[in-house]
C-alpha cells in the first residue's frame, strides 16, 4: 500500500487553478492501491485540522490567515510540519511526498533529512519558471530562483509537466545528478453536444450564441497576455464576441488594463467573472468559435489540455512552452503589432472543413500524449521506481 502525500496546491476540489486541477484529476483517475493525504487550505480558524476521510482520500485542512503574497509560503511550511508529525504519529510506510512548487526551497534541507530519516521520498514538480514571471519585482525573482535551487538539490526525483522545463532543470543542474522524468497534465477526450440549456447560458451571459465568440481562460496577471489580446482583439474587423473567464477582482492590473485599452468602450468584450461548474466550461469551450491561450510563463498548462480536446481552433502565445503542445495543430501570436489581429481577421473566412481539420488535429494530441490514463501510467512507473 503506497501512501501518497500532497503538498502545495491549495487543496482537494478546489475552483482555482493548475495545481488544483492536478491533484483532483490525478486521484480521481487514480486505480491502484494508494492512500492519498491533501493539505487543504483553509483561512477559517474553526476548521482547522479538521480530516475528511473517504475510501482512498484524506483531507487534511490546515488553517493559514489571508496573508496576501505569503499564504502559499507559509501554508506549504505549515503543510510540511503538519505531515511530519502525521507520519511519525501513525507509523506510515512507503510514503512519497508530492511537492507542488518550489515555495519554500531553503527549508528543505530539514524537510529532507527528517522525512529521510522517517523512510520517506520527496518528488518535486517545480511548475514553470516562476523567477521569469513578470509581476515579481528583481528582488522576489532572485528568491524564486535561490529557492529552486535548493528545491531541486533537496529531493529524490524531479518531475516536469514540459519538456522544455525538464532540458532546463536537467542543464542548470546536473551537478547535483537528480533523476528525472516528464509527466504533463490530462484531459479528458469525449463528445460534448451543445444543448439548448448551453445555448440559453450563452444568450444570457454572454449576449450572443455558439461559435460566434472567442474564448479565454486566465487568471487576471500580466503573463497572460491580456493587454495584447485585448488591445489586438479591438483592433480586428470580427464581430464575434471576446469572452475572458477570469477572476476579475479590481486590482491594480485590472485597473491599469481598463486604463491601458479601455475595454468596456468595446461591447464586444465581455468579462463575466470566473466559471467554476467543470461541466458549463467544458461546453463553453466546446461552443467557443475559437481559444485564444495567452500563457507565457509555466509549462504545460491544463486550460490547454482542455481547449485542444474541446475547442476546435486554438491560437496561442508563441513560447516554447506552448509550441510544445500544440505542435502545428494551433496557430501562434506574439508581442508584434497587429500578429494576433491578422489571424482574427483571417479566421473570419475560415470554412467549415478548415475548422474541423483544426480540431482532429487537436485531440489527436490529446490522444496520443495528455489523457489522464497515460498521465498515471507514467506517475505509477516512477512510484514503483522510488
Known amino acids: 500500500m503506497k501512501n501518497i502525500i500532497m503538498i502545495g496546491s491549495r487543496g482537494y476540489n478546489f475552483n482555482y487553478g493548475g495545481w488544483e486541477t492536478f491533484v483532483k484529476e490525478f486521484i480521481d483517475n487514480n486505480h491502484d492501491n494508494t492512500n492519498f ?5 483553509v483561512q477559517e480558524k474553526k476548521l482547522d485540522k479538521k480530516i475528511t476521510k473517504t475510501k482512498k482520500i484524506e483531507i487534511n485542512n490546515i488553517y493559514v490567515p489571508k496573508l496576501g503574497f505569503a499564504t502559499m509560503f507559509t501554508f506549504t511550511i505549515m503543510s510540511f510540519n503538519y505531515f511530519l508529525r502525521y507520519i511519525k504519529k501513525n507509523k506510515l510506510k512507503n510514503c512519497i511526498i508530492i511537492s507542488l512548487g518550489c515555495k519554500i526551497g531553503p527549508l528543505m534541507p530539514y524537510y529532507y533529512r527528517k522525512l529521510h530519516k522517517m523512510g520517506a521520498k520527496i518528488i518535486m514538480n517545480p511548475d514553470g519558471l516562476e523567477w521569469k514571471r513578470e509581476k515579481w519585482n528583481w528582488l522576489i525573482k532572485q528568491c524564486f530562483k535561490i529557492s529552486e535551487r535548493y528545491s531541486i538539490k533537496y529531493s529524490d ?3 516536469c509537466d514540459s519538456k522544455e522545463i525538464k532540458a532546463y532543470i536537467d542543464e542548470k543542474y546536473k551537478k547535483y545528478k537528480k533523476r528525472s522524468k516528464f509527466i504533463a497534465y490530462g484531459a479528458y477526450l469525449k463528445k460534448d453536444v451543445i444543448n439548448e ?3 440559453k447560458y450563452i444568450k444570457t451571459n454572454f449576449k450572443t450564441k455558439p461559435y460566434e465568440y472567442y474564448l479565454v481562460v486566465a487568471r487576471f496577471v500580466p503573463e497572460n497576455n491580456l493587454e495584447i489580446i485585448i488591445k489586438e482583439f479591438m483592433k480586428s474587423k470580427t464581430k464575434k464576441k471576446l469572452i475572458i473567464l477570469s477572476n ?14 479601455n475595454f468596456t468602450e468595446d461591447n464586444r468584450i465581455f468579462l463575466p467573472g470566473p466559471v467554476y461548474n467543470q461541466e458549463i466550461l467544458r461546453k463553453l469551450r466546446v461552443a467557443a468559435f475559437a481559444y485564444i491561450h495567452g500563457h507565457s510563463a509555466g509549462g504545460t498548462n491544463p486550460s490547454l489540455l482542455e481547449a485542444l480536446s474541446a475547442t476546435d481552433i486554438n491560437i496561442l502565445f508563441d513560447v516554447p512552452y506552448n509550441k510544445e503542445v500544440g505542435k502545428k495543430a494551433t496557430l501562434y501570436f506574439n508581442k508584434d503589432e497587429n500578429s494576433l489581429t491578422k489571424i482574427i481577421n483571417s479566421l473570419e473566412k475560415i470554412t467549415d472543413k478548415e475548422k474541423k481539420e483544426y ?6 494530441i490529446i490522444k496520443n500524449e495528455y489523457t489522464w ?3 498515471e501510467d507514467k506517475y ?3 512510484f514503483n521506481e522510488l
Not at 480540431?359 to 489527436?364: I, T
Request: no cysteine; aromatic share 14%; charged share 35%.
Open 197 to 199: 440549456e448551453i445555448k
Open 380 to 382: 505509477e512507473e516512477l
Open 373 to 375: 490514463d497515460i498521465v
Open 359 to 364: 480540431g482532429k488535429l487537436n485531440k489527436e
Open 37 to 41: 493525504y491533501i493539505a487543504n487550505l
Open 157 to 159: 526525483y524531479v518531475v
Open 248 to 261: 476579475i477582482e479590481k486590482n491594480k492590473y485590472y485597473n491599469y488594463l481598463l486604463e491601458k485599452t
